[in-house]
């Protein structure tokens, strides 16, 4: 246990906390400065399990090129550092006190501070727009030294690194449903950068943009328009018209329209959108395969079934193809390309689509993300459609559970699943008495 550092160390000196700190200080006192240099930086990280490849990788910016095992193992052996497990590591809240005093005496602080940053702002970058259970497993132990550099460390970050660990913060959680708990980091971002960067900047309209894609997905339709109205009007303005970033902006803010039902203020943006990112980025590329599956989608709310059948045809081909067979784009595509086969009463063809999609979506995101709501709600909807009652009901139970549980109550998506699981329940129970008073016809 981490209080046994302390134990330890109460018995090198007596007087309770300043038995403490004075046994402290001679441990101090005794370590060669390559060792101290290593206890300063390992007081940078947050109070929670550390990944020795983190301190490797601030190490390494901050040009500690001593013998970091070696050096650790001495940390250990004087009760300043705690193994938890192979390669994980964890400083005790007193001792981390103690020894970030000791770092402000070094002349080396600030190139540790920034060199700490560095390194999470680096592991915040690979954290994917859409992680999978692998990836949240690999992130996890390093957000909460993440979100000690977008907090207690931000001054030491550069300009350009400023909205990278809000990005990563915002996308780990966005990625897993949590959308709660991503919204303060995309609140934050957009204060920090205005702050240090002013009201037009790139990396402000990056914060605004990513603001108001979680203001979308907890169905805050109103709050989300301004700021993707702003953010492309500020991309526009710092980029030119022609730029992936701009196509982006106008990408986002017809998906908000077409979720608000504005088709024909959807259709204008989706068409341009998919037409800049084809003239910059070739006919084959994620964003392409993106933009025409969202025009795809919004002909398929227009009822012009044939026309969203071929593109979403083509988004699904070329989904596959560049980001192979198991990707969460290929899950929605089969999704989408499913609930269009529904509307036309290709149930058939719908099914294993839709069976396909869930078990993707499961496989990818654990059980309880709100995409399987998602899909458990729009194959519950076919099994309806069928008169197949009895396998509809779980599911709408379990799509019902899942979306109150992370999305709220008074989510849209919530209320759809509340809603169609009572027309369930109304259709069996009249589907129920029509039999009963068919039954007693047939008997009179």
Same mark, same amino acid.
């Given at each position: 246990?981490?209080?046994?550092?302390?134990?330890?160390?109460?018995?090198? !000196?007596?007087?309770?906390?300043?038995?403490?700190?004075?046994?402290?200080? +001679? =441990?101090?006192?005794?370590?060669?400065?390559?060792?101290?240099?290593?206890?300063?930086? +390992?007081?940078?990280?947050?109070?929670?399990?550390?990944?020795?490849?983190?301190?490797?990788?601030?190490?390494?910016?901050? $040009?500690?090129?001593?013998?970091?095992?070696?050096?650790?193992?001495?940390?250990?052996?004087?009760?300043?550092?705690?193994?938890?497990?192979?390669? %994980?590591?964890?400083?005790?809240?007193?001792?981390?006190?103690?020894?970030?005093?000791?770092?402000?005496?070094?002349?080396?602080?600030?190139?540790?501070?920034?060199?700490?940053?560095? !390194?999470?702002?680096?592991?915040?970058?690979?954290?994917?727009? %859409?992680?999978?259970?692998?990836?949240?497993?690999?992130?996890?132990?390093?957000?909460?030294?993440?979100?000690?550099?977008?907090?207690?460390?931000?001054?030491?970050?550069?300009?350009?690194?400023?909205?990278?660990?809000?990005?990563?913060?915002?996308?780990?959680?966005?990625?897993?449903?949590?959308?709660?708990?991503?919204?303060?980091?995309?609140?934050?971002?957009?204060? !920090? %950068?205005?702050?240090?960067?002013?009201?037009?900047?790139?990396?402000?309209?990056?914060?605004? =943009?990513?603001?108001?894609?979680?203001?979308?997905?907890?169905?805050?339709?109103?709050?989300?328009? &301004?700021?993707?109205?702003?953010?492309?009007?500020?991309?526009?303005?710092?980029?030119? =018209?022609?730029?992936?970033?701009?196509?982006?902006?106008?990408?986002?803010?017809?998906? +908000?329209?077409?979720?608000?039902?504005?088709?024909?203020?959807?259709?204008?943006?989706?068409?341009?959108?998919?037409?800049?990112?084809?003239?910059?980025?070739?006919?084959?590329? &994620?964003?392409?395969?993106?933009?025409?599956?969202?025009?795809?989608?919004?002909?398929?709310?227009?009822?012009?079934?044939?026309?969203?059948?071929?593109?979403?045809?083509?988004?699904?081909?070329?989904?596959?193809?560049?980001?192979?067979?198991?990707?969460? $784009?290929?899950?929605?595509?089969?999704?989408?390309?499913?609930?269009?086969?529904?509307?036309?009463?290709?149930?058939?063809?719908?099914?294993?689509?839709?069976?396909?999609?869930?078990?993707?979506?499961?496989?990818? +995101?654990?059980?309880?993300?709100?995409?399987?709501?998602?899909?458990?709600?729009?194959?519950?909807?076919?099994?309806?459609?069928?008169?197949?009652?009895?396998?509809?009901?779980?599911?709408?139970?379990?799509?019902?559970?899942?979306?109150?549980?992370?999305?709220?109550?008074?989510?849209?998506?919530?209320?759809?699943?509340?809603?169609?699981?009572?027309?369930?329940?109304?259709?069996?129970?009249?589907?129920?008495?029509?039999?009963? !008073?068919?039954?007693?016809?047939?008997?009179?």
């Amino acid at each position: 246990m981490l209080a046994d550092i302390l134990a330890q160390l109460q018995k090198q !000196a007596t007087g309770g906390e300043s038995g403490v700190a004075a046994a402290f200080e +001679l =441990n101090w006192q005794s370590l060669e400065p390559e060792a101290q240099k290593l206890a300063s930086l +390992l007081s940078l990280f947050a109070l929670a399990p550390i990944p020795w490849s983190l301190v490797e990788s601030a190490a390494s910016v901050s $040009d500690l090129e001593f013998d970091l095992k070696a050096n650790r193992t001495v940390l250990v052996e004087r009760y300043l550092l705690q193994e938890l497990a192979e390669d %994980t590591y964890q400083v005790h809240e007193r001792i981390r006190e103690l020894l970030q005093q000791k770092l402000e005496e070094l002349a080396q602080a600030d190139e540790l501070k920034r060199g700490y940053c560095q !390194a999470m702002v680096a592991v915040a970058k690979d954290i994917p727009q %859409t992680p999978t259970l692998i990836e949240f497993a690999e992130a996890t132990l390093a957000i909460p030294h993440i979100e000690e550099t977008a907090t207690v460390y931000q001054p030491w970050l550069s300009d350009d690194d400023l909205i990278s660990p809000f990005l990563g913060l915002s996308r780990f959680y966005k990625g897993q449903g949590a959308y709660e708990q991503a919204l303060p980091w995309g609140e934050e971002s957009l204060s !920090a %950068t205005r702050e240090r960067l002013g009201e037009s900047h790139l990396n402000v309209a990056s914060s605004l =943009n990513n603001l108001a894609e979680l203001f979308y997905l907890q169905g805050r339709y109103n709050d989300a328009e &301004p700021l993707l109205i702003q953010a492309l009007s500020m991309r526009k303005h710092l980029l030119g =018209n022609e730029h992936p970033d701009v196509a982006e902006s106008l990408n986002n803010l017809a998906v +908000l329209y077409k979720l608000q039902g504005r088709y024909s203020d959807a259709k204008p943006l989706h068409i341009e959108a998919l037409s800049m990112r084809k003239r910059l980025l070739g006919d084959e590329h &994620p964003d392409v395969a993106n933009s025409l599956n969202n025009l795809a989608v919004l002909y398929y709310s227009q009822g012009r079934y044939s026309d969203a059948e071929l593109l979403y045809a083509e988004a699904l081909s070329m989904t596959k193809c560049l980001l192979g067979d198991e990707h969460l $784009d290929v899950a929605q595509s089969l999704n989408n390309l499913a609930a269009l086969y529904k509307s036309q009463g290709r149930y058939s063809e719908a099914e294993p689509l839709y069976i396909e999609a869930l078990s993707m979506r499961k496989r990818l +995101l654990g059980d309880e993300h709100p995409d399987i709501a998602n899909s458990l709600n729009n194959l519950a909807v076919l099994y309806n459609l069928q008169g197949r009652y009895s396998e509809a009901e779980p599911l709408y139970i379990e799509a019902l559970e899942i979306a109150e549980q992370r999305l709220g109550a008074n989510h849209p998506n919530t209320i759809t699943c509340r809603e169609n699981l009572e027309d369930l329940r109304r259709d069996r129970q009249s589907w129920f008495r029509r039999m009963v !008073a068919f039954v007693s016809r047939w008997f009179q």
